[in-house]
């Protein structure tokens, strides 16, 4: 039962860090980056489809995306698709592939973005330690009902702080990565 609470803290906090992660993807660094474009999904056949399930999506330089749909007569659904998301380039067509030209970030909102980093990150570490928290009142509950000693109520604690602790490492390193992308010019 203790192995079942510690096992499903840990992958909660993985979850925790994986959504960092995603979250900071969608963070434009004034690079091109694939994953700008995962939110955005386009009316195909009346049914709203990912972008990347049905376009190939390559970056031939530094600050391009290139949008190449399999079906070249949806190019104009894409195209309004990438206009209507809130990503902010408009996108180029050229009737066989779009492009996305990715602006270069002012120093301002270079260290804005910074800031917007370091508040997902504080997300990230808060939903960590609810985490810790809701697995260290299970074990509460537990001892409370006999089900394990105190001493290894104190144990189990000491283990839930350590996978805290690591977790909290994780995002810590995750939003330097991240901050230290947004600030090199």
């Known amino acids: 039962m203790a192995d079942a609470i510690m096992t499903e803290a840990k992958e909660k906090m993985q979850k ?41 999506i390559q970056i031939p330089e530094a600050r391009v995306l290139m949008i190449t749909p399999f079906d070249k007569s949806i190019l104009q659904d894409v195209e309004k698709a990438i206009m209507a998301s809130d990503i902010g380039i408009s996108p180029t067509n050229d009737g066989n592939v779009i492009r996305l030209i990715i602006p270069q970030l002012t120093e301002e909102r270079r260290k804005e973005l910074a800031k917007d980093v370091k508040k997902e990150a504080e997300n990230a570490k808060i939903a960590v330690r609810n985490i810790r928290r809701d697995a260290i009142d299970e074990y509460k509950k537990q001892q409370k009902n006999g089900d394990i000693t105190e001493d290894d109520l104190r144990g189990l604690e000491k283990e839930v702080q350590k996978l805290t602790d690591e977790s909290i490492k994780e995002v810590d390193k995750i939003a330097s990565d991240k901050e230290q992308e947004l600030l090199d010019v």
């Open 16 to 56: 925790a860090a994986q959504n960092l992660q995603r979250e900071l993807g969608q963070i434009r660094a004034g690079r091109a980056n694939a994953s700008l474009l995962d939110r955005i999904t386009v009316n195909y056949y009346g049914a709203p489809t990912p972008l990347n399930q049905m376009a190939s």
